[in-house]
Every structure is written in structure tokens, then in C-alpha cells.
């Protein structure tokens, strides 16, 4: 059996930290569609599992239909801590892409709605300006293997920090 000294950066992060996370959420949340639930219970994650949760789903949910998938699918709710995570672990070129992506969501929504709102609600539907910024940062995205290591990054803050 290996040790988390000797698993990969993928096995920690997939097998240890990752499947920790949703084992805690099946655990706490039965109807996923009640998105204040979800959001507060990931905050009762440790940071480091949060982070790996909230990096995790964002590479596959952009990976799979780009940032608009993560976006209408609500992962983007949790778009301000996903940068906070990038941010600690050095990746610099993902964490501007995330957050030129929730800049253009930002800028158009109104005043009175919060992002939460914009985003479980999907009020940025339609907007032709958007869904170009999201297509333009997809791309760059897909190419992002070229310019950092999410997988290293994550996997070298996560052998730093202990399992909670």
C-alpha cells in the first residue's frame, strides 16, 4: 500500500484530498440543487481540501464544456475561493484566466443582484459579450499545460499542508 509520500501528485490529489471532499459533501448535502447548502458546506472543508475540491472541479468542469459549463453549472459560486486556492499554490496563468472570466460576469451584472444570484440564476444567458470572453479564455485554457502544472502546483502545496 503506498504511503501519501509515495502517490503522485494525481493520487494525493484524485484519491486522498479530492475523494475526502466528496465524501464529506455526499455526506452533508442530499439535494445539490439547494446551492446555499452546497456553498456552506464546502466551507466547512479544511482549506487545503477545499482548494483541491474547488481547483478540481474547475479544471474539469472548463475542461469538459469550458467556462461556461462552470458557470451554468453553479461550480462558479465558488469562483472567489478557487482564486484565493490558485493564488496559494503559485498558479498565476490559471488564476487570470479565472478571474477574467468572473470580471466579465461582474461587469454585467446589475447592482442590486449579488454574484451568487447572477450565477445560480444564470443571468448572464444571452449575453453575446460574455459568451465571446468566456470562448477567447477557453482557449487559452485547453493551452494551459504549455505555461503551468496545475497538477504539480496542487500536488506540492497539498504535501506541505496536513490532512484534516
Not at 472567489?80 to 472570466?101: D, F, M, P, Q
Not at 445560480?120 to 487559452?140: A, M, P, V
Request: glycine share 6%; charged share 30%.
Amino acid at each position: 500500500m503506498k504511503t501519501q509520500e509515495t502517490l503522485t501528485n494525481e493520487e494525493l490529489i484524485d484519491y486522498v484530498y479530492y475523494d475526502i471532499a466528496g465524501k464529506f459533501l455526499n455526506e452533508k448535502i442530499e439535494d445539490w440543487s439547494q446551492t446555499k447548502k452546497w456553498y456552506n458546506t464546502v466551507f466547512e472543508l479544511s482549506e487545503p481540501v477545499r482548494f483541491t475540491y474547488c481547483i478540481g472541479v474547475l479544471n474539469m468542469q472548463v475542461m469538459n464544456g469550458g467556462f461556461e459549463q462552470y458557470y451554468d453549472n453553479d461550480y462558479g459560486i465558488f469562483a472567489e475561493e478557487t482564486l484565493k486556492g490558485l493564488k496559494k499554490i503559485g498558479a498565476e496563468v490559471t488564476y487570470e484566466l479565472l478571474k477574467s472570466s468572473l470580471d466579465s460576469l461582474k461587469k454585467h451584472k446589475s447592482t442590486q443582484t449579488d454574484l451568487f444570484e447572477f450565477i445560480t440564476g444564470s443571468k448572464y444567458w444571452g449575453n453575446k459579450e460574455i459568451g465571446e470572453i468566456l470562448d477567447r479564455l477557453d482557449d487559452q485554457y485547453y493551452n494551459l499545460e504549455d505555461k503551468e502544472d496545475l497538477t504539480e502546483l496542487l500536488g506540492n502545496y497539498l504535501r506541505q499542508s496536513e490532512i484534516k
